[in-house]
T-cell receptor
Framework: KQEVTQIPAALSVPEGENLVLNCSFTDSAIYNLQWFRQDPGKGLTSLLLIQSSQREQTSGRLNASLDKSSGRSTLYIAASQPGDSATYLCAVGGSWGKLQFGAGTQVVVTP | DTAVSQTPKYLVTQMGNDKSIKCEQNLGHDTMYWYKQDSKKFLKIMFSYNNKELIINETVPNRFSPKSPDKAHLNLHINSLELGDSAVYFC??????????FGPGTRLTVL
């Protein structure tokens, strides 16, 4: 049974620092891994999708890596801004597109 | 706007009632999903349809019945609502199990 863990559960950094968010999963037989952002009371915004054959994906200040063999993914956010404050969710994709989510990392970026 | 939309946004009802949530996507996707986010903010998949065919049916009480009249629509009907059904329900869609895009959510409160 796939289990997805996100550490830390919460993170507070001053503006300008780089953010490093970790996600680990127990079963390496995954199709893809997707990172989302959720603002309070809102839906999920897709940030990056990494296919199982890829090692990393980049979009602007965001970079996500995937190491399937060790069951880990890391989301890096460069030069954080107060607008980056949100909960970041990692989701591992299985067969038929079934996503299994971690509990999230709540990020606060202070001005 | 191209998006995944859900109605209603908020639903407050009494225990024992029956209610429905509707979802529509105009992204041209072939797969749609229902997820439940509980009070601890944990997201879990409930159902998925691919081209109107049910492909994921997690361990969910049979009071919950999804229906997909066509590829662009997925509805969720809940019978005999219970207090524990209170949650935020998210609809999502994807193309062939790839990147998933989420709707804004429906906050269900059962009194």
């Amino acid at each position: 049974k796939q289990e997805v863990t996100q550490i830390p559960a919460a993170l507070s950094v001053p503006e300008g620092e780089n953010l490093v968010l970790n996600c680990s999963f127990t079963d390496s037989a995954i199709y893809n891994l997707q990172w989302f952002r959720q603002d309070p009371g809102k839906g999920l915004t897709s940030l990056l999708l990494i296919q199982s054959s890829q090692r990393e994906q980049t979009s602007g200040r965001l970079n996500a890596s995937l190491d399937k063999s060790s069951g880990r993914s890391t989301l890096y956010i460069a030069a954080s801004q107060p607008g980056d404050s949100a909960t970041y969710l990692c989701a591992v994709g299985g067969s038929w597109g079934k996503l299994q989510f971690g509990a999230g990392t709540q990020v606060v970026v202070t001005p | 706007d191209t998006a995944v939309s859900q109605t209603p946004k908020y639903l407050v009802t009494q225990m024992g009632n029956d209610k429905s949530i509707k979802c529509e996507q105009n992204l041209g996707h072939d797969t749609m999903y229902w997820y439940k986010q509980d009070s601890k903010k944990f997201l879990k998949i409930m159902f998925s349809y691919n081209n109107k065919e049910l492909i994921i049916n997690e361990t969910v009480p049979n009071r919950f019945s999804p229906k997909s009249p066509d590829k662009a629509h997925l509805n969720l009907h809940i019978n005999s609502l219970e207090l524990g059904d209170s949650a935020v329900y998210f609809c999502a869609s994807s193309l062939r199990g790839a990147e998933q895009f989420f709707g804004p959510g429906t906050r269900l409160t059962v009194l």
